[in-house]
């Protein structure tokens, strides 16, 4: 059996080590909560995007065919257009960058917003995954 004053010390040093503990954990969060990198990565902060712009016309379809982007920045993607498609092929989607299906109705700018994260060539489709004949390359 431990004697009272045993147990007491004991006590005491738990309480310490937990006090310890605590202001540890603390500081890392702090330290952690401030770094913009993992605020963008946990979703609770919006990166900084560097503005591409595009423009669809009844000419020339997208514009330009090549968007080449840098891996691990951030953008979003502008375009302009001067031209309502009939059909599916007036929606768009950036496969597997942004999924968001949007509609290209002239006058109108709709956004995409790309984290350049892997690099591969990818395609601009439409709602019927219909090739646009553009890509965004991240190198
Ligand atoms: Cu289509």
């Known amino acids: 059996m431990k004697t009272l004053k045993e147990s007491l010390s004991l006590h005491k040093k738990f309480i310490w080590i937990s006090a310890f503990l605590f202001v540890v954990l603390v ?3 702090q330290v952690f909560a401030h770094q913009e990198s993992l605020k963008i990565y946990l979703g609770i ?4 995007r560097e503005r591409i712009q595009m423009e669809f016309s009844r000419q020339h379809g997208l514009l330009p ?3 080449i982007l840098e891996q691990g920045k ?4 502008d375009i302009f257009s001067d031209h309502t498609e009939l059909g599916c092929m007036s929606t768009i989607y950036l496969e597997g960058l942004d999924e ?3 509609e290209l109705i002239k ?3 709709i956004s995409f917003k790309v984290d350049a994260k892997k690099k591969w060539s990818y395609r601009f489709l439409c ?3 219909v090739p646009f004949f553009a890509s965004v390359i991240i190198e």
């Open 27 to 29: 500081g890392v969060v």
């Open 45 to 48: 902060s919006e990166p900084e």
């Open 65 to 67: 065919k090549e968007v």
């Open 74 to 77: 951030y953008y979003q993607i």
């Open 100 to 102: 968001t299906i949007w």
């Open 107 to 109: 006058g109108e700018t």
């Open 127 to 129: 709602a019927m995954h």
